[in-house]
């Protein structure tokens, strides 16, 4: 892969490694709030930040380009509800995909065609992601406003489970 190409894979690594850190943050929180479920839905999404990262170095590396990792900026630590976070989570997962986007770009314009065939599966995760998010974030604003709702909730979201996504 170009220059160009290799500089943009660098920069979304540092975005996925940056998710893992921010949804980290959140797990905190909710460990503060002690919502275990919260936690839990909060743990898998740590984990497939993890392995979107992952999977991108990997690629990287596989095709002989420079992996240069950068510093990852201090997420946010505080939250006023769930609900905030779940909107900063839905709102950040926008931007990753629009990052996606803009990194497909670029394997276009480089006519980088393995590239373009990788990030594929990246898309199609983001639709995935947003779509997870969202019902969440739907329960949260149409039904839960009581403290009841919030605990089963949390029961619910205690029953998600990591499945080592298998990438490109
Ligand atoms: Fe790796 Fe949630 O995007």
Redesign the pocket.
């Known amino acids: 892969m170009n220059e160009r190409l290799e500089k943009a894979f660098n920069d979304q690594i540092n975005a ?1 490694f940056y ?1 893992e850190y921010f949804y980290l943050s959140m797990l905190a929180y909710f460990d503060r709030m002690n919502l275990q479920g919260f936690k839990n839905w909060m743990n898998v ?1 740590v984990q ?2 993890h392995a ?1 990262a992952i999977g991108m170095f990997n690629y990287v590396q596989e095709r002989g380009a420079k992996v240069e990792l950068q510093s990852i900026e201090k997420p946010k630590t505080d939250w006023s509800s769930p609900r905030e976070v779940f909107e900063d989570v839905l709102k ?2 926008k931007l ?1 995909t629009s990052k996606i986007n803009a990194l497909l770009d670029v394997a276009e314009e480089e006519k980088d065609r393995a590239a373009v065939s990788f990030l594929d599966w ?1 898309l199609k ?2 639709v995935e ?1 947003e779509a997870n998010v969202g019902k969440v974030l739907k329960t949260l604003n149409l039904i839960c406003d009581d403290k009841h709702c919030l605990y089963m909730l949390d029961k619910e979201l205690a029953g998600r489970t990591f499945n080592p996504p298998v990438i490109g």
Request: charged share 45%; glycine share 0%.
């Open positions: 996925e998710s999404q497939e930040e979107h950040h997962e990753v990246y995760e983001q992601e």
